[in-house]
Every structure is written in structure tokens, then in C-alpha cells.
């Protein structure tokens, strides 16, 4: 059997694969640059605040509004593709996100501290369901609310 007919069925399967979840797949890679982003601003903010009372605080606010606005402008172009028609539908959809982003910081900062403080989980350890939980949250939230498609109308079909 040639090399070429081995290869034909898997690498079909894979194009199959990526034409089915291609926009859950660029979420995922938007969503860990987004992460690698806020991680490193938290970091870098933190080392040159780290003498001023409450500085992971600080850090954290820095780091979070830094990556919403990146992850904004990464899932709108190279996620979901959407497009806005002047600036009323850009505001509406930009507050859409960012209001979004508050819901699933607060349910995020909510669930830690439960988690944390109420059932004494390790921080780390907490962290890593609550993340998976926000993540797939923040990627309905896209789908379904802020990042639509239009519908099409009956006549233009």
C-alpha cells in the first residue's frame, strides 16, 4: 500500500475533524493566548508593584482589562468573524463582551472563594474547574449572545 493511500482516510478525517469544530478549535487557541497574556501582564505588573499594599490586586485588575480587550478583538476577528455595521452595532457588541467578562469574573472570583474559603480546596487545585467552567461559560456566551451570526430572513433564502 503506497504511503499517499495511508495517509488519504487520516488526513480526511482531520479536515473533517477541523471543518466541524474549527471555531471551537480557534477559541481554544485565542482563549490560551488570552491566558498566556493575562499570566504574563499578572506577572509583570505584580514584580513592579509588589511594594504597594494590595498589589496582586492591582496586578489582577491590570492583567484582566489588558486580556478582555485582547480576547475581544481576537474572537471577533479570528474566532466567530463577525462583522458590525457602524459604530451603534461595535458598541453593542463590544458591551455585550466586556459585560460578560464582569458576569464571568464575578462567578469566577465567587466560585474560588467558595471553593477556597468555604470547602478549604487548594487554591491551584480550585482553580483548575473553575477555569474550565469560565472558559466554556465565556464560549456560549460568544455563540449564543455577543458574537451572532444574523439571522437570515426567509425571503433571502
Known amino acids: 500500500m ?4 495511508k495517509k488519504g482516510p487520516v488526513w480526511d478525517m482531520v479536515k ?3 471543518k466541524k469544530y474549527e471555531e471551537l ?3 481554544i487557541i485565542v ?3 488570552t491566558t498566556l497574556l493575562s499570566v504574563g501582564l499578572f506577572a509583570l505588573a505584580f514584580l513592579l508593584l509588589e511594594e504597594v499594599a494590595g498589589a496582586y490586586l492591582i496586578a489582577t ?3 484582566f482589562a489588558i486580556a478582555v480587550v485582547f480576547a475581544y478583538f481576537a474572537n471577533k476577528k ?4 463577525t462583522k458590525t455595521s457602524g459604530a451603534r452595532d461595535t458598541a453593542r457588541e463590544a458591551g455585550s463582551f466586556f459585560l460578560m467578562r464582569l458576569i464571568s469574573y464575578g462567578i469566577d472570583m465567587g466560585m474560588m472563594v467558595l471553593l477556597v ?3 478549604h480546596v487548594n487554591e491551584l487545585i480550585a ?5 474550565a467552567l469560565i472558559v466554556l461559560l465565556n464560549y456560549v456566551f460568544s455563540k449564543l449572545y455577543i458574537f451572532r451570526k444574523p439571522q437570515k430572513s426567509a425571503e433571502a433564502e
Open 78 to 81: 479570528a474566532v466567530f468573524h
Open 25 to 27: 478549535i480557534r477559541y
Open 127 to 131: 482553580k483548575i474547574p473553575v477555569t
Open 31 to 33: 482563549g490560551g493566548m
Open 117 to 119: 474559603e468555604v470547602w
Open 2 to 5: 503506497s504511503d499517499e493511500r
Open 16 to 18: 473533517n475533524l477541523w
Open 61 to 63: 485588575t491590570i492583567s
